[in-house]
Structure formats: structure tokens, C-alpha cells
């Protein structure tokens, strides 16, 4: 039934048309979908344990934790040397997105986390495409992060909608979406994906 599910994506992904489109509309959504999950108040289900409810905190001060900073700089590496191999390994893992991620989504009929990865992760290696065509060799320096709001659930925050400014090799000042929202996991810190919305 799963392998059907993913050969379904994929046929899907490769053969395009109106399908393509609508699942194309549901796989951009689908971190702010997680975000939103994270911030709603559902009831969680009788199996699970009781997870902390979803506190949404305001950037007004955007201080973000030095692992995360340390993230973003990695991030400005790998494009700087232009290494997909590198900025892979900084986006979440299949492990990570449903062992890490996915228990402090609150839940959703028929949504399981196996059939999310298998619809986002298209979506993720188009959006690595992107960055690397627009910005690979650039040479960015990182001055400032600027989530649009910091989601946390249990062990679990969520960087959302994340802008960072940078000076580039001219010495300007720019704004840059370079990826969506980042994973602050307690023990790890990831991009929750190259998907910016």
C-alpha cells in the first residue's frame, strides 16, 4: 500500500498536469501546515502520550541561539562552495522528520508521517536546486537572522518563515529566503526544508 502511495507521488512528480499543480500547492504548504499544527489546540489522540500544548513565541527581539546561528553560517559555506553534498546533510533526515518532528506535530487522520516525507521530499530537492542556481559561489556574510515567528512544542522549536540579511561581495545589505524554517530538535539543529513558501 505505501510503495503504491509513493510510486503515486512520483508518477505524479514526473508526468505533471493538473495533479502535479494541486499537489504542488499541497507540498508548499506543507511546513506552515506543520507550523500550524504545532501552534493549534487539537486534542492530542488516546494512544499517545500528552504532548506539551504549542507555545508561539514573537521575534520582536530576534535572539536565536548560537547552534542555530551556527546553522545559517554552514548554510553560507556550502553555497559559498557551491556543495550540494554539504547543504543535504544540513536539512532534516527522513529519521529526524519522523522520529524527532513528526511526534510533536499534533496529530491528523490519515496523515502519516511516511506518506509527508514521501510528498515533501520532491518539493525539498527541487527547492536545493533553486538556491544552488540562484546563489551557489556567492559569497554572503551573515549579519542577522529574522524568523517570522518562533513556534515551540514540548522539547521542539520551529523557526518559521526565516529571512536572513546578509552583505554581499559588493557590500550591500540584502534580504534573503534561502530556505523555510529551521528545526530546533534539543539535541540537533536542522532546515526543516529548502521549501520557501
Given amino acids: 500500500m505505501?510503495?503504491?502511495?509513493?510510486?503515486?507521488?512520483?508518477?505524479?512528480?514526473?508526468?505533471?498536469?493538473r495533479t502535479a499543480w494541486v499537489m504542488g500547492l499541497v507540498l508548499s504548504g506543507l511546513l506552515v501546515f506543520i507550523g500550524s499544527r504545532l501552534r493549534s489546540s487539537i486534542s492530542d489522540r488516546a494512544d499517545t502520550l500528552p504532548r506539551a500544548p504549542a507555545e508561539v513565541l514573537s521575534p520582536a527581539s530576534p535572539k536565536v541561539p548560537a547552534a542555530v546561528r551556527?546553522?545559517?553560517?554552514?548554510?553560507l559555506r556550502a553555497l559559498r562552495a557551491s556543495d550540494r553534498a554539504a547543504l543535504e546533510r544540513l536539512v532534516l533526515s527522513r529519521e529526524e522528520f519522523c522520529?524527532?518532528?513528526?511526534?510533536?506535530?499534533?496529530p491528523t487522520?490519515?496523515?502519516?508521517?511516511?506518506w509527508v516525507w514521501a510528498a515533501y521530499a520532491p518539493q525539498n530537492s527541487e527547492g536545493l536546486r533553486?538556491?544552488?542556481r540562484e546563489h551557489g559561489g556567492r559569497d554572503y556574510t551573515l549579519l542577522r537572522i529574522e524568523p517570522r515567528r518562533i513556534v515551540s512544542s514540548g522539547p521542539v522549536r520551529v523557526y518559521?518563515?526565516?529571512?536572513?540579511?546578509?552583505?554581499?561581495?559588493?557590500?550591500?545589505?540584502?534580504p534573503l529566503r534561502l530556505f523555510g524554517s529551521i528545526c530546533d530538535l534539543g539535541r540537533i539543529v536542522r532546515l526543516c526544508s529548502f521549501i520557501v513558501d
Fill in 130 to 132: 533553486r538556491i544552488l
Fill in 2 to 17: 505505501r510503495s503504491n502511495r509513493v510510486r503515486s507521488v512520483a508518477r505524479t512528480h514526473i508526468f505533471g498536469g
Fill in 70 to 75: 551556527a546553522l545559517v553560517e554552514e548554510v
Fill in 109 to 114: 487522520p490519515n496523515l502519516t508521517c511516511e
Fill in 160 to 174: 518559521e518563515e526565516v529571512r536572513i540579511i546578509v552583505m554581499d561581495e559588493a557590500g550591500r545589505q540584502r
Fill in 99 to 106: 522520529a524527532a518532528l513528526w511526534p510533536h506535530v499534533p
